[in-house]
């Protein structure tokens, strides 16, 4: 799942500086999950601006809405009629819906909520955790299931670095060293002879190098008809 934090409410309030009629769009998918943007988040974060607003003595509306998913045109469209009269709406949703948001509602400016850390999953109840680099070119299968991208913070590919101790990071011992993690991975697996293979150095052309990525699935296209 997509994980992100909501922007400082100073900075909020900075970026909206000067518009008069606002809707706060939050998504019911991952960042409902991660606690930053669903239901209650928009709520919440709409009261105070609200409240920050009738400090000040402005003449402010601000709306509420909750999207099943930003990140799907379909459902975004389904807002439509909420966005008359607005001049300005406050995505909480990731980078991608705040993108599409603006696709699909040209005439009125997207302001990002939210910061979007990365690709992770819960590690405990609040607690929200980067798994996944988005490289494009997965080795999972020789790193026991550890990414080793985004959990080494050197994003080291073939061992750790000279700095790690005691199984902690030297970049940062709070965390736990992902060459170490990998290494008791492998062995439970039965598997420590993998730690013998030399990765190559990442293609990056798979990830951000060239512009936006792309995948097509030919069997889910429509066609022209079936368009019309």
Not at 36 to 61: I, N, T
Request: a negative charge.
């Amino acid at each position: 799942m997509i994980i992100a934090e909501r922007k400082g409410l100073d900075r909020i309030i900075e970026m909206l500086d000067g518009r008069r009629s606002i809707l706060v769009a939050g998504c019911r998918s991952c960042v409902s999950v991660c606690q930053a943007g669903g239901e209650r988040e928009v709520v919440a974060l709409a009261e105070a601006l609200r409240l920050h607003a009738a400090s000040k003595g402005m003449d402010r509306s601000i709306d509420t809405v909750t999207i099943e998913r930003q990140c799907e045109k379909e459902w975004v469209m389904e807002i439509a009629p909420l966005i008359e009269g607005k001049d300005a709406i406050l995505s909480m949703a990731c980078g991608v819906g705040a993108q599409i948001m603006q696709q699909a509602f040209t005439d009125v400016q997207v302001f990002p909520g939210l910061n979007t850390e990365g690709m992770g999953a819960p590690e405990v109840q609040g607690v929200y955790e980067e798994r996944c680099g988005g490289c494009g070119d997965c080795v999972l299968h020789l790193t026991g299931g550890i990414c080793p991208v985004a959990r080494c913070s050197k994003s080291l590919l073939n061992g750790p670095c000279g700095g790690s101790q005691d199984g902690r990071c030297e970049i940062d011992p709070e965390k736990p060293c992902a060459w170490d993690m990998i290494y008791r991975s492998l062995v439970r697996l039965g598997r420590p002879d993998l730690l013998e293979i030399n990765i190559p150095p990442k293609d990056w052309s798979h990830s951000h190098h060239g512009g936006p990525r792309r995948v097509v699935r030919k069997r889910a296209v429509l066609s022209e008809e079936e368009v019309a």
